[in-house]
């Protein structure tokens, strides 16, 4: 799986298990919904201070983003 893939998947798992929407996520990383959006599609890739906002934005470690979802199981 493609870095920018790994991010899409987890930007997406970690924003729904938090309960956020599209919008409100990227209002709390200061980002627009349309970009929250075009990362989450696999679209967009994601310079290290966007990956560090979304991160604070969801309460979560910026690695936790860029850990691949079958390494992480195996963790």
Not at 11 to 18: Q, T
Not at 21 to 27: F, I, T, Y
Not at 34 to 58: M, W
Request: glycine share 4%; aromatic share 4%; no cysteine.
């Amino acid at each position: 799986m493609k870095l920018r893939e790994v991010l899409a998947t987890n930007l997406k798992h970690f924003r729904l298990a938090a309960g956020l929407s599209q919008e409100e996520l990227a209002h709390r990383a200061h980002l627009d919904r349309t970009y929250v959006s075009s990362l989450e599609r696999g679209r967009y890739s994601a310079s290290i201070d966007k990956i560090e906002s979304l991160s604070l934005a969801l309460g979560i470690e910026a690695s936790e983003l860029l850990v691949s979802p079958s390494t992480a199981s195996e963790a």
